[in-house]
């Protein structure tokens, strides 16, 4: 999402997973517990991607929302059609 960014990678609860197109997506586990039948469960939450040459993170906006960085986030101006279908025929 924002790809001119890079920021740390965690340190802990960090989980990599290479995705068919090449790229490496980083998540983040969010909650640890066992479920009813005693097995171990985890929630992740996809962070962002793996910068190859740095091995640093490009965040997404739940990394921002996650480590309450929120003020920090980049704004991103939606892009707009320039032709309004709307009354069209």
């Known amino acids: 999402m924002f790809n001119d960014i890079l ?3 965690p340190e802990s609860r960090a989980l990599f997973r290479l995705h068919p197109n090449g ?21 992740v939450k996809a962070i962002g991607k793996k910068d190859e040459k740095t ?7 739940n990394y921002y929302i996650i480590f309450k960085k929120e ?3 980049p704004v991103v101006e939606k892009k707009t059609s320039s032709t309004s279908k709307k009354g069209t025929i």
């Open 23 to 43: 790229s490496t997506y980083v998540y983040y586990t969010v909650a640890a517990y066992r479920n009813k039948a005693g097995n171990p469960t985890s929630k």
């Open 55 to 61: 091995k640093q993170l490009i965040p997404n906006k």
């Open 7 to 9: 920021v740390p990678m």
């Open 71 to 73: 003020d920090e986030m």
